[in-house]
């Protein structure tokens, strides 16, 4: 019936209609059936994140220790002002709670690290999806860790990539969150984070590069030190200035755009010029030889914990006595090199004919060749008789004319050979003059030592063991075994006072001679410094001419085994000073300490005192573990009689005023300074051991292979100058002290007697021995050496550390 059926023309046109429906109903299914499969991959996720967290969390570290967080912290010593001196240890750090680090810093960390620390969880989901794709296509990590997840990373695991890591990571950070609270966390993460040369957190970071503590750090600073924890030696103020100046202003962009600076600030912090410390700070505290010497006293009582426990000693220095200690040695080390001959350049370089490739060159010199304090290298590039060019580290160019080529003629003369010739390329040493010019110098052979401690408890006020540390750590104070020449002398003339001798004793200055027959060995005839005699003379006058002459006849009269068993109430080894007439002229062997110990006995008023170094030692959180506290001056510490220090104090003053340390009361202009000279045999070693009664300091200088300062040169002439330096500045401000005369001593005619030797003072004839003395027979004098002796490793060790223990 062609009223009801349906044509091809319009089924066809009926059709479309049905279509919608059918796609509906596709992409229903489509989408129900995607809905289901992530629905299974979630719930399997879930399923594999649950067996994950059952299997692993339980093999998780214990984190229970991080609430009371002790990184590895070094030791540090310190001066009694609290100046560090010295640390110790593989890893540099501070340890600041989070409440004293300033809130710049953690707002700088924050902006850069994880803005959103303290309102998530402690996972950034979308960032770990991200760093995974980035590991599956073997991309560079996007870098998603929160800090609690660094945290986590820095304590406990290793660097490794690998899904396995990632898993205890996050597992780890879960566990974090849940048992710290979010400054417990910041405060581990600003304190264990490793940020370059050796720094760890950011209070170590600080001191290494910009040489202040944390709490002074500017926003410009805490963003420079902010951008170090992404890659410490790419981002690092010192090697890569340029980049780290970089992420610094991305960083202060950074603490803009979260609100934590405003835009002034952050334009102050971008125009801020930063110091960066490079090098060695010139302001800094150099006591080096007192840090060793500190390292090995604690090592010994804390073994290897020395280095990670966090150890704070306090030294009885005084930082500022030490700095100008430091100076006053130097100085009057390289006052004496001014007048020795110039031994020629330290090296040679070719320099390229190419300005860039000569610049490399020179660099790669000067930094194999470092400055030396205030002597300085440089490589020459121009040379003559009149004028040397030279350069220095970052190109900068000095120019020596005049008086500054004075100490390197020798150097420049057309005739010099070829090792001592300055011409371009030769790497020179160059310091500035007072006048701020340049004069050509060199690094000195000549070795001294100074140390300085107070003679009423033994405190070590100043130590300087050698010229440089890092050239000789040999320590002269502690290990260098010389002959002290005349300046052994008092305690001669001390053990004298109690064999009946007295000030004015008079004894002749004439001429002796022992033969072979006498001394068992090579005939001796021994001279006067100055090759003359005066003839007959009193003690006083003796002494303050430093008379050889009259020492060996004094020991003569009392006896050299009594003067060998007197110098030990001094702290002397008596083995060390055989019993020969020529320990009266300080044949035998000391050492600087054992020197100012000596005198110090003179001092304070006949009393042994031991030198001491360590005040305090205390923990990483100021709990004191050991303070030192000297017992008071007793007759139980007791060397010689108060009377006798009396009448040696005053010789020694005599000494000072008019003697052959004469400049010292000239110079300081203050009566109480007492102290002596000492010369050795062809001027190879020069003292001065002096003292005011609140301070007792000793100055050495020689060869460590021993050989002739110069004909010229003595203790007055190169140690007594140093020692002035020194006290001009330690002395100011403190009050002149007279010694009060003890019980048993009596002024005749303004010369001091013992009570029992008052009547008839001063009335012995020349040549003869004082009412009381007994003669001794006549012994061989030693082996006139004079090498620096040092004891075996073990004993040497265990010396230097008894020495400092109080």
């Given at each position: 019936?062609?009223?009801?059926?349906?044509?091809?023309?319009?089924?066809?046109?009926?059709?479309?209609?049905?279509?919608?429906?059918?796609?509906?109903?596709?992409?229903?299914?489509?989408?129900?059936?995607?809905?289901?499969?992530?629905?299974?991959?979630?719930?399997?996720?879930?399923?594999?994140?649950?067996?994950?967290?059952?299997?692993?969390?339980?093999?998780?570290p214990d984190i229970s220790a991080l609430s009371d967080y002790r990184p590895k912290q070094p030791l540090r010593v310190y001066t009694s002002d609290g100046v560090i001196i010295g640390e110790f240890g593989e890893e540099r750090r501070r340890l600041t709670p989070i409440d004293e680090?300033?809130?710049i810093m953690k707002d700088a960390v924050l902006a850069i690290e994880d803005a959103r620390f303290f309102s998530h969880g402690g996972v950034d989901y979308l960032g770990v999806v991200r760093a995974a794709l980035a590991n599956l296509g073997r991309a560079?990590?996007?870098?998603?860790?929160?800090?609690?997840?660094?945290?986590?990373?820095?304590?406990?695991?290793?660097?490794?990539?690998s899904y396995t890591r990632k898993i205890y990571e996050i597992l780890l950070t879960f566990k974090l969150e849940h048992s710290l609270t979010k400054n417990q966390i910041l405060e581990i993460y600003m304190n264990q984070i490793f940020l370059g040369n050796r720094s760890y957190g950011f209070a170590a970071a600080s001191e290494t590069y910009f040489g202040k503590p944390l709490k002074d750090v500017s926003i410009a600073e805490a963003a420079m030190l902010a951008g170090l924890p992404k890659a410490p030696s790419t981002y690092n103020p010192i090697a890569n200035p340029t980049r780290a100046k970089t992420r610094q202003l991305y960083i202060i962009e950074r603490m803009?755009?979260?609100?934590?600076?405003?835009?002034?600030?952050?334009?102050?912090?971008?125009?801020?010029?930063?110091?960066?410390?490079?090098?060695?700070?010139?302001?800094?505290?150099?006591?080096?030889?007192?840090?060793?010497?500190?390292?090995?006293?604690?090592?010994?009582?804390?073994?290897?914990e020395t280095y990670t426990r966090g150890l704070n000693v306090y030294t009885?220095?005084?930082?500022?006595?030490?700095?100008?200690?430091?100076?006053?040695?130097?100085?009057?080390?390289?006052?004496?090199?001014?007048r020795q001959i110039y031994r020629g350049p330290e090296k040679f370089i070719d320099l390229p004919s190419n300005p860039q490739e000569t610049e490399d060159a020179i660099d790669e010199a000067l930094a194999d060749n470092p400055d030396n304090g205030d002597i300085m290298s440089a490589v020459v590039l121009e040379a003559s008789p009149k004028r040397i060019l030279a350069m220095r580290l970052n190109s900068e160019k000095v120019t020596i004319t005049g008086e500054g080529l004075r100490p390197a003629q020798s150097g420049l003369a057309d005739k010099a050979g070829p090792n001592i010739k300055i011409r371009p390329g030769?790497?020179?040493?160059?310091?500035?003059?007072?006048?701020?010019?340049?004069?050509?110098?060199?690094?000195p052979e000549v070795e001294g030592a100074f140390v300085a401690m107070d003679p009423r408890d033994g405190a070590v006020r100043a130590l300087i063991g050698g010229f440089d540390f890092g050239k000789n750590k040999f320590n002269h104070v502690t290990q260098a075994w010389r002959q002290p020449g005349s300046s052994f002398k008092p305690f001669i003339y001390s053990a004298a006072l109690e064999k009946g001798f007295t000030p004015a004793t008079v004894v002749n200055d004439a001429p002796l001679f022992f033969d072979a027959g006498v001394t068992g060995g090579q005939p001796w005839e021994p001279k006067n410094y100055d090759g003359g005699f005066e003839g007959p003379m009193s003690l006083r006058t003796a002494l303050k001419k430093s008379k050889n002459l009259v020492s060996i006849r004094i020991l003569q009269s009392i006896g050299a085994k009594y003067g060998q068993e007197w110098v030990t109430r001094f702290g002397f080894d008596a083995d060390k000073h055989p019993a020969y007439l020529t320990m009266a002229l300080g044949a035998g062997s000391v050492t600087p300490m054992q020197m100012v110990t000596?005198?110090?006995?003179?001092?304070?008023?006949?009393?042994?005192?031991?030198?001491?170094?360590?005040?305090?030692?205390?923990?990483?959180?100021?709990?004191?573990?050991?303070?030192?506290?000297?017992?008071?001056?007793?007759?139980?510490?007791?060397?010689?009689?108060?009377?006798?220090?009396?009448?040696?104090?005053?010789?020694?003053?005599?000494?000072?005023?008019?003697?052959?340390?004469?400049?010292?009361?000239?110079v300081l202009k203050r009566p109480d300074i007492f102290g002596k000279t000492g010369t050795t045999n062809d001027s190879i070693d020069t003292w001065f051991v002096g003292f005011q009664p609140t301070l007792a300091a000793a100055v050495w200088m020689g060869y460590d292979t021993p050989k002739k300062l110069g004909d010229r040169e003595t203790g007055g002439g190169l140690s007594l100058p140093i020692w002035i330096n020194f006290m001009?500045?330690?002395?100011?401000?403190?009050?002149?002290?007279?010694?009060?005369?003890?019980?048993?001593?009596?002024?005749?005619?303004?010369?001091?007697?013992?009570?029992?030797?008052?009547?008839?003072?001063?009335?012995?004839?020349?040549?003869?021995?004082?009412?009381g003395a007994s003669s001794a027979e006549t012994n061989p004098p030693p082996d006139p050496g004079g090498a620096i002796q040092v004891l075996p490793p073990s004993d040497e060790k265990k010396r230097i550390l008894d020495l400092f223990k109080n």
């Open positions: 019936m062609p009223s009801s059926a349906q044509t091809p023309d319009s089924r066809s046109k009926s059709s479309p209609a049905k279509r919608p429906s059918s796609w509906s109903r596709s992409l229903v299914k489509f989408f129900l059936g995607s809905i289901g499969l992530v629905l299974a991959g979630l719930v399997g996720l879930a399923i594999f994140l649950a067996v994950a967290l059952a299997v692993a969390y339980p093999n998780l680090i300033p809130q560079k990590s996007q870098g998603a860790s929160t800090i609690t997840m660094q945290v986590a990373r820095n304590v406990y695991l290793t660097a490794e990539k803009e755009q979260n609100g934590f600076i405003t835009a002034q600030q952050a334009k102050t912090a971008r125009e801020e010029e930063l110091h960066i410390r490079t090098g060695r700070d010139a302001g800094r505290v150099h006591a080096e030889y007192v840090a060793e010497t500190v390292r090995q006293l604690v090592f010994s009582q804390y073994g290897e009885t220095l005084k930082s500022t006595d030490q700095s100008v200690a430091y100076k006053a040695l130097r100085k009057g080390i390289m006052d004496y090199e001014r030769a790497l020179i040493r160059v310091a500035k003059t007072p006048k701020d010019t340049w004069e050509i110098t060199q690094l000596g005198y110090s006995v003179f001092a304070n008023g006949g009393y042994r005192v031991n030198p001491y170094l360590i005040a305090k030692i205390t923990d990483q959180r100021g709990k004191v573990l050991l303070e030192s506290t000297p017992p008071a001056l007793n007759e139980s510490m007791r060397g010689i009689d108060a009377r006798n220090a009396f009448v040696m104090d005053s010789l020694l003053q005599e000494v000072a005023r008019s003697g052959t340390a004469a400049k010292a009361q000239a001009e500045y330690a002395l100011k401000g403190v009050p002149v002290t007279e010694y009060q005369p003890p019980e048993g001593v009596v002024n005749l005619n303004g010369e001091w007697y013992y009570d029992e030797y008052a009547k008839g003072a001063g009335i012995s004839s020349v040549g003869m021995l004082p009412e």
